[in-house]
């Protein structure tokens, strides 16, 4: 089982970043999957998540600007973040669960800065 997220970057306050997450060894559109992340010197922040049938849901911080989706085909579940802050630095790590055990990626680094 291996998670790879992509797409972190330097981006501008208002710009926008898509992060993809890549599942291997698994069927990942059997599972719920997410998105937390971990400011600098802070704890994790579960974000956005995604059931199988693809409904999804967003903490309050980011609904509206977050948009998380799946593609079973590809084995891929994606993040589209519009309108960026600087408070959404953070590495971004994609997650989900299956019989119970969480499994994580090695996170990508997303950073708002002018």
């Known amino acids: 089982v291996q998670l790879v997220e992509t797409g972190g970057g330097l981006v501008q306050p208002g710009g926008s970043l898509r992060l993809s997450c890549a599942a291997s060894?698994?069927?990942?559109?059997?599972?719920?999957a997410g998105w937390a992340r971990q400011e600098p010197g802070k704890g994790f922040e579960w974000v956005c998540g995604?059931?199988?049938?693809?409904?999804?849901y967003c903490a309050d911080s980011v609904e509206g600007r977050f948009t998380i989706s799946r593609d079973n085909a590809k084995n891929t579940v994606y993040f589209e973040m519009d309108n960026l802050k600087p408070e959404d630095t953070a590495v971004y790590y994609c997650?989900?669960?299956?019989?119970?055990?969480?499994?994580w990626g090695k996170g990508t680094l997303v950073t708002v800065s002018s």
């Open positions: 997650n989900t669960v299956r019989y119970g055990v969480n499994y």
């Open positions: 060894g698994f069927t990942f559109g059997d599972y719920v």
């Open positions: 995604v059931y199988m049938n693809s409904s999804a």
